[in-house]
């Protein structure tokens, strides 16, 4: 670069050969010159320039502006449509997708619900199983009272060891004479039965029960209102070994003994080690009922 | 052109790309934000899921309808159940006046033996009862202390009275449920409990009732000789 001497001139004009030196021309100078020579003649043409160096043509700065605009426009344009597209396609994308998620929300409310049906279905039959149970113990609990109640009112069949007794008018027996069996005598007889120890009687077949009256109609004695025919079988469940001995100790015993001593009326026993018993078909009561049960 | 005019122009122009740029980001931001926590998932793990949702769910469904059927089944069964148990509770109340372990009550007859000169015996007391029975009684106690039932044992010893154990002094009363006026004309029947008791010295009075208690007990002990049939 060669630098010379010279007042009040201008910078002397760049070397134009060296590379170096056009990049620095175009740093620093730019369009300066242009602009300088363009002005020039702008003057030169219009005579005056009032707007000087800045101001320039305007139709061709109304282009140059117009053309940034334009394309400035034209980027938002794009950018706006852009978006505006993909606004519109991603509803169409995701519309499907949308769809998706919804149902998938529902069938996840829907086996929510599910759930929450299964686990009160699953509490409430425990709840039931759980009652029953109960039921059943208290049922099998009142099937053992059932059966122990109707062994003692009489109206459940028993079997058991025993003893039976064979009982006969005297030959020939007229009535007064005494050789007749009474229903007091039967009655005597069946209550010694009891205070030995007896734990179920029948008479002819027939289970003596609370309701059960021993009587005597005509020539007979009559057990339930059923006329029997002597003679008459007595049967007894209760311990073998002590039944007999026991029953002659009581005063319907000792009746009895006096009956087939004195009239000749006939008494006879024998321990059985299995007797069978049927129960009383009972119709429910007509007139007792439970205390406070009404 | 003025200066002003430029910058307004040059202002505008970025307010509208502004604008543009944040309605496309509002919209994408929209978009983004309806799929929640499924953001992050592709369409076909979309699908997988709800077609493992549907199944689950018919499973459970499955299950439900079992355990309703198990339901209704212990529905009916409990039904039966509870017919059987009011039937049982009326045999139980049945059985239970009969073997005297529960209290009674009912119209009939209280039936007073006075016996002054002590001559009324066991063995009257016991034809009394007999013909109580026979007269359709259902429920008798004595002196509101023994319960008559099957088993009832009367003994004397002693010139005193024991009705299965209990000490009876006179008057005796009897108290009996069942028609009171079948009751009443069965006691003073002529040749009945009536006439015994005066001809031993004693008086019978009978009043019928509209409401007759029957409240003693007779306990049950369990049988040592008998037991139940098979049938």
């Known amino acids: ?294 | 052109m003025s200066d002003d005019a430029k910058r307004r122009s040059a202002q505008l122009v970025v307010a509208v790309l502004l604008a543009l740029l944040g309605f496309a980001a509002a919209a994408q931001i929209r978009l983004t934000h309806q799929d929640g926590s499924y953001a992050g998932q592709r369409r076909e793990d979309l699908i997988e899921l709800l077609d493992s949702l549907a199944a689950a769910a018919e499973r459970t469904q499955k299950q439900i309808d079992e355990l309703e059927r198990t339901r209704s089944d212990l529905l009916s069964s409990s039904e039966r159940r509870e017919a059987a148990v009011e039937a049982a509770n009326e045999q139980l109340a049945v059985l239970g006046i009969l073997a005297g372990t529960l209290p009674a009550e009912g119209p009939g007859v209280t039936v007073t033996i006075t016996d002054p000169s002590g001559a009324v015996t066991a063995a009257s007391i016991l034809n009394g009862v007999e013909e109580l029975r026979d007269a359709g009684a259902e429920a008798i106690e004595i002196n509101d202390r023994a319960r008559v039932v099957a088993s009832t044992a009367f003994v004397e010893r002693d010139g005193v009275v024991l009705v299965d154990g209990h000490e009876l002094r006179p008057p005796y009363v009897l108290d009996a449920i069942g028609s009171s006026h079948t009751l009443s004309e069965a006691v003073i029947f002529p040749g009945g409990l009536a006439d015994e008791v005066s001809r031993l010295g004693g008086e019978v009075a009978v009043e019928e009732a509209a409401v007759v208690e029957v409240g003693s007990l007779h306990p049950v002990d369990p049988p040592e000789y008998a037991q139940p049939t098979d049938e």
């Open chain 1, 1 to 294: 670069m060669t630098n010379q001497a010279g007042g009040g001139r201008p910078p002397p004009p760049p070397p134009s050969q060296s590379y170096a030196g056009l990049l620095s021309e175009l740093m620093t100078n730019t369009l300066d010159a242009d602009y300088e020579v363009v002005a020039s003649r702008r003057s030169a043409a219009t005579g005056a320039s009032p707007q000087g160096e800045s101001g320039g043509d305007p139709r061709s700065g109304w282009s140059n502006r117009a053309g940034i605009v334009a394309a400035v426009t034209a980027f938002g344009v794009l950018v706006g449509v852009s978006a505006v597209k993909t606004a519109q396609d991603q509803p169409q994308a995701t519309a499907e997708r949308a769809q998706l998620i919804e149902q998938i929300e529902a069938g996840q409310a829907r086996l929510d619900d599910l759930h929450g049906d299964l686990s009160a279905l699953q509490a409430d039959i425990g709840r039931r199983q759980q009652e029953q149970a109960g039921e059943a113990s208290a049922a099998s609990r009142r099937t053992d009272d059932l059966q122990h109640l109707a062994m003692s009112a009489g109206t459940a069949a028993v079997t058991g060891p025993g003893m039976v007794l064979n009982l006969d008018n005297a030959r020939h027996a007229v009535p007064g004479a005494g050789g007749l069996i009474l229903d007091s005598d039967v009655q005597a007889l069946v209550n010694g039965l009891w205070v030995a120890g007896a734990e179920a009687i029948a008479i002819d077949g027939h289970r003596l029960t609370a309701l059960t009256s021993i009587r005597f109609a005509g020539q007979a004695i009559t057990v339930d209102y059923r006329s029997l025919t002597p003679p008459y079988v007595v049967e007894a469940i209760g311990n073998p070994d002590t039944l007999p001995s026991r029953l002659l100790e009581t005063q319907g015993g000792q009746l009895w003994l006096g009956l087939r001593a004195n009239y000749g009326i006939t008494f006879e026993t024998q321990t059985e080690s299995t007797i069978t018993l049927a129960g009383d078909a009972y119709n429910n009561l007509l007139w007792a009922r439970p205390v406070g049960s009404r």
